[in-house]
Nanobody, 123 residues
Framework: QVQLVESGGGLVQTGDSLRLSCAASGRTYTMGWFRQAPGKEREFVAAISRSSSNTYYADFVKGRFTISGDNAKNTVYLVMNSLKPEDTAVYYC???????????????????WGQGTQVTVSS
């Protein structure tokens, strides 16, 4: 069982940046970031293939967020720029045990989930 630990969340102001990290205790395939705001359903943010050659983003973060990976450290990062109050949510890291599609925005192919890190953007 692979464990995922997120870090890097916090309270920032509109327009600020944050870098989230997700450290995995073992090997996974595609890694993704999801988020859930209070009273809303979980939504997909971004995903990256194990080789880091392929990335996939939700439309609402394109141009603002960047996902990257460091296989040597089993770590995935999410750099978030130009943050908005609507980006406020708990951000979860997820990993696939098997090599399924990178474009799974529903999350059903992800076997491993972290505990989440809170991101709060004040206006």
């Amino acid at each position: 069982q692979v464990q995922l630990v997120e870090s890097g969340g916090g309270l920032v102001q509109t327009g600020d940046s944050l870098r989230l990290s997700c450290a995995a205790s073992g090997r996974t395939y595609t890694m993704g970031w999801f988020r859930q705001a209070p009273g809303k359903e979980r939504e997909f943010v971004a995903a990256i293939s194990r080789s880091s050659s392929n990335t996939y983003y939700a439309d609402f973060v394109k141009g603002r967020f960047t996902i990257s990976g460091d296989n040597a450290k089993n770590t995935v990062y999410l750099v978030m720029n130009s943050l908005k109050p609507e980006d406020t949510a708990v951000y979860y890291c997820a990993g696939q045990e098997n090599p399924y599609s990178i474009a799974d925005s529903g999350g059903s192919s992800y076997n491993y989930w972290g505990q989440g890190t809170q991101v709060t953007v004040s206006s």
